[in-house]
Structure formats: structure tokens, C-alpha cells
């Protein structure tokens, strides 16, 4: 078996990307105690099933991704403890910071990712995480994320399930099993044509209202979850997002935390920054930018209310080899509340959109430039320039 197969098939890594890490840091293996171990030279390197296996460095495996290394360096820079915290994880992903902080004895991490089905089997099934996917962070309220939440821990049923004891009796049911039509046959209960094919109708109807998830249902707390607190209020935020900038992800996540909460951000400089700014394969080279990015998170974080407490790099580089960041900082005593975007009425008028001039292809450009040299003028029936070709070719 492939060796970074065969580290998660055993349980010694979460993902192949993770094994791949461990192989890098060092592994080796033997088939019994008195032969030799042999080192892992590559990914590919093949383990024989029932192999002992030794990770040289194990720090790659402490927690579901590297990301939790990430966040435990920054909560050892900075001194936080979470223990018996509850805490938010905006860009859940397959959990990292999750795993980190529940480690680190928080009570309760409920998570937020715009994807779906990255957040590992070991921690979704943990009691403590509550993992709310496709919710974008960016415009997710106290409201949408308690709502979110409580469709996570329930259960859903049709308000009105099919009951085949309903049905109507068809006509001539009597005819099924060779039944006999005498004097004493009565079939005053037997439906109508038109009752069975309302029916029939009816059930289509709901059927196609499965698929499309419009179908009418009720929702109940499954029992394993009825203890669970989903208030969106929160003693620590923290957060990995990419392929955007915070300050677009902090004004709505900030909200969240409670008066005096703290908050610990994972910062991207490349996410941060203008196409022009980020060098070849999307690493920011330019050291005076970090400083850039330092000051625009430090100002938006101070316009909604928060103190700055800190600024660190991280402690392990990007997988891209991005130089990282972590901001930490502190809620005031009382939490700044955004106004909303408002809504633009029906009946006010809307701005005339000037329509775009319509592009001229190249061809009838070049056309309309050669207008004036074209000849035209004919001989023996050819136009044109062809006129030439044809004269010295019957000459």
C-alpha cells in the first residue's frame, strides 16, 4: 500500500495531504521487532499491510490540519486560554482551529464555512462542534446563524404524509381477483374516474415538491441535542478565510462576540492586497506590504469598536509559503450594532442605465478602411484584384 495511503488508512493521519506532511517530517517502519526500521523515501513508497509504523515528527499530526498548529502558536503568543469557552470558528473547513481549540478545553465551538462537507468525520460527530455549512461569513447575522444552527440539530417531517389508507377504491376493484358482479354487488363506494386521477395528480404534485424541497414540513431538536446552546453571542471568535479580505468578513463576525470577548484572526496578506501587489504564484514578497495590511486591519477593526491588542506572524508559513499573520483583539463593553443596507423601494424610480455602444467587429472595420481601394470593376466576368491573375494566366 502507498505509503501516505497507508498513514490514513491507520488512523496516523486525517487526510493524504496530512501524511504527505508526516513523510516529509520523517517515517519509518519494520514488520517485527527484530528487523531494521526502513525510512519512508517518498509518498509513493510502498508499506506492507501489518507494518509498524514510527513518526520521526509528530507535530504534523497533533491535530486534523495544520491549521491548528497555527492557532495554538497564537494562543501560546498571546497567553489566551479558552478553556470552557464558547467559541466561533468562521471558515470552519476540515477543522483545524476546531480541533485545536477543543484540545485546549473549549466548550463549545460552533462553526461557519461557505462549502460543504469539508469539516472532519471525528469532529462532526463530537457533541461540542455544531457545524453550520453553506453560511457565507460575510453577511451572517446573530438571526441567520441561531436559524442555521437550529436546522443542524433538528429534525424535519411532512406536515401531511402520504397515507395510502386514503386512497380512493377504484372503480371496479371487484374485477381484480375475478370477482363476480351479481344482484347484492354494490358500488356506491367506488370511487370515480375523476377521483383516482385527482389523486394520482395530487401525488405527483407532492413528489415533485421533494425533489424541489418546497414541501411542506415540521421541525423537532433531535433528543442528543436538546441541551445544546446555539445563542450567537460568543466568548472568542476566531477564524482562516481565503479568497477574501477580512475587513469585508469582520463587521459581521465582530457582532457576535460578547462586550469584552476576545477575538483571534488568522491574516493572508495576499487576500489583503490588489492583483498588482501579489507577485508571481500569489506570494506577497514585499515586506513594506505586511506593514500595509497591518494598518488597514488595525483601522477596521478600531471603526467597529474593537481594541487592538496584537499583531504576530504566525508560527508556521502558509502551505503556499505566504508569510502569515495572526490579529488579536478585544471587544469594547458594549457591542457597535452596523446599520443595514437599505432597500431600495418599488416605487422609487431606478437609475437609467446608459445602454453600452455597440462593438464593431475588426472585420467591418477593415472593410470600411478598404472601401476606398476596392476595385470593383470587372473583366472577363472576375472582379477585382483577381482581374490581374486571370489576364496573365490567358496571355
Known amino acids: 500500500m502507498r505509503a501516505d495511503v497507508f498513514l490514513v488508512e491507520t488512523g496516523h493521519a486525517a487526510t ?21 526500521w526502513k525510512k519512508v523515501a517518498k509518498n509513493g513508497d510502498e508499506i506492507p499491510a501489518g507494518a509498524e509504523l514510527q513518526l520521526l515528527d509528530g ?3 497533533k491535530y486534523i490540519s495544520r491549521g491548528g498548529l497555527k492557532l495554538e502558536g ?21 477543522g483545524g482551529f476546531t480541533d485545536c481549540l477543543l484540545q485546549a478545553g473549549a466548550a463549545q465551538v460552533i462553526g461557519v464555512d461557505v462549502g460543504h462537507g469539508q469539516l472532519h468525520e471525528r469532529l462532526r460527530a463530537d457533541v461540542r462542534v455544531v457545524c453550520v455549512e453553506g453560511l457565507n461569513a460575510r453577511s451572517v447575522t446573530a438571526e441567520s446563524l441561531q436559524e442555521a444552527c437550529e436546522e443542524v440539530l433538528s429534525e424535519r417531517w411532512e406536515e401531511d404524509p402520504d397515507d395510502n389508507d386514503t386512497q380512493p377504491v377504484a372503480p371496479y376493484a371487484w374485477m381484480r381477483n375475478g370477482g363476480v358482479v351479481d344482484d347484492d354487488y354494490d358500488d356506491s363506494e367506488d370511487a370515480r374516474e375523476s377521483d383516482i386521477e385527482a389523486f394520482k395528480a395530487e401525488r405527483a ?15 423537532r431538536r433531535r433528543a442528543e441535542f436538546a441541551d445544546v446552546d446555539i445563542t450567537p453571542r460568543f466568548d472568542f471568535v476566531t477564524g482562516d478565510v481565503s479568497f477574501i479580505s477580512l475587513t469585508l468578513v469582520l463587521p459581521a463576525v465582530t457582532r457576535l462576540l460578547k ?25 506577497v514578497r514585499d515586506a513594506a506590504l505586511f506593514a500595509e495590511v497591518e494598518q488597514r486591519l488595525r483601522a477596521c477593526l478600531s471603526e467597529l469598536g474593537l481594541k487592538v491588542l496584537g499583531w504576530m506572524d504566525s508560527a508556521i508559513e502558509g502551505g503556499d509559503g505566504n508569510r502569515e499573520f495572526f490579529v ?5 463593553d458594549v457591542v457597535q450594532e452596523l446599520p443595514q443596507p437599505e432597500a431600495q423601494g418599488e416605487d422609487e424610480p431606478r437609475p437609467a442605465v446608459k445602454a453600452a455602444a455597440k462593438r464593431v467587429s475588426r472585420t467591418v472595420l ?13 473583366e472577363f466576368g472576375v472582379p477585382g484584384p483577381g ?7 490567358n496571355e
Open 16 to 36: 493524504r495531504s496530512q501524511a504527505q506532511r508526516l513523510i516529509a517530517g520523517g517515517v519509518q517502519w519494520r514488520m517485527t521487532p527484530l528487523t531494521p
Open 59 to 61: 507535530a504534523e499530526a
Open 74 to 94: 497564537a494562543l501560546a503568543a498571546t497567553g489566551l486560554s479558552v478553556a470552557g469557552l464558547r467559541c466561533l470558528d468562521v471558515g470552519q473547513s476540515t
Open 205 to 219: 404534485a407532492k413528489g415533485r415538491a421533494r425533489e424541489e424541497g418546497t414541501v411542506a414540513t415540521q421541525r
Open 259 to 283: 462586550p469584552q470577548g476576545q477575538l483571534l484572526m488568522l491574516v493572508k496578506p495576499q487576500f489583503e492586497l490588489q492583483p498588482g501587489q501579489v507577485g508571481k504564484g500569489g506570494i
Open 328 to 332: 488579536h483583539a478585544r471587544q469594547g
Open 366 to 378: 477593415r472593410e470600411q478602411r478598404n472601401e476606398r481601394v476596392i476595385d470593383t470593376s470587372t
Open 387 to 393: 482581374r490581374a491573375k486571370l489576364r496573365k494566366r
